[in-house]
């Protein structure tokens, strides 16, 4: 029973490229979150999304990011026009149906971006 | 809203010895999980212990046991007969609903 799959580990953009982070959730898992981890920093919110849907984008910058969780595939976090400031880990969490307020979260081991 | 507070940036700890990690929370929610990770300098988040806010016994996991003190918000990690490999950062994370937020963490050495 695979984990949480992230990719790329590491990705290396100049600034204006875009970048595109993959996730595949545990087999079972409707629920996937990202999260930034900026260096020496915790993990701050970025989204929370289901199956074809975006229920929390609370934690996303307005503009140059998005995400998304279709139906057949993994979840996309999507940045584009990077700049430096974006250089982070990127981190993956998904959990089972029927889980929403209990249950651990399930990380990938994250996508470390670097922007040059 | 919820909000997560760790208030020791960092910790120093002797072998074998135990140390106590703070954790205090805030939260509307009446249902809610607390959990402990730890994140060792190669980066992935690993899972230690998981609370449930209508778990009426504290949580342990081999040397980790939480401190679940609801009526104070607080929910400090305990570990015991600290190890070299325990060094690492320490974050608490609560889970309401259709939220999951995580603290600012707690840098653990272990010292020989």
């Known amino acids: 029973n695979a984990g949480v799959m992230q990719n790329p580990r590491h990705l290396v953009r100049r600034r204006g490229q875009e970048a595109r982070l993959r996730c595949s959730p545990m087999?079972?898992?409707?629920?996937v979150y990202w999260y930034r981890q900026l260096p020496e920093e915790g993990l701050k919110f970025m989204v929370y999304l289901q199956k074809e849907n975006i229920i929390d984008e609370s934690g996303m910058p307005k503009e140059r990011f998005s995400a998304e969780f279709p139906k057949e595939g993994p979840s996309i976090l999507r940045i584009q026009q990077v700049v430096r400031g974006d250089s982070a880990a990127y981190f993956c969490?998904?959990?089972?149906?029927?889980?929403?307020?209990?249950?651990?979260?399930?990380f990938g081991e994250g996508s470390r971006l670097t922007v040059l | 809203a919820q909000k997560i507070t760790q208030t020791q940036p960092g910790m120093f700890v002797q072998e074998k010895e135990a140390v106590t990690l703070d954790c205090t929370y805030d939260?509307?929610?009446?249902?809610?999980?607390l959990f402990w990770y730890k994140q060792p300098s190669s980066g992935e988040m690993i899972f230690l212990i998981y609370?449930?806010?209508?778990?009426?016994q504290n949580a342990t996991e081999g040397r980790y046991s939480l401190n679940f003190q609801k009526a104070r918000k607080s929910a400090n990690l305990v570990i015991s007969a600290s190890q070299l490999g325990d060094s690492a950062m320490y974050f608490c994370?609560?889970?309401?609903?259709?939220?999951?937020?995580f603290g600012t963490g707690t840098k653990l050495q272990v010292i020989p």
């Open positions: 969490a998904s959990s089972p149906i029927g889980q929403e307020n209990t249950g651990e979260l399930f």
């Open positions: 994370a609560m889970r309401g609903y259709q939220k999951v937020t």
């Open positions: 609370q449930g806010s209508y778990d009426e």
């Open positions: 087999k079972g898992h409707s629920h």
């Open positions: 939260t509307s929610d009446q249902s809610y999980g």
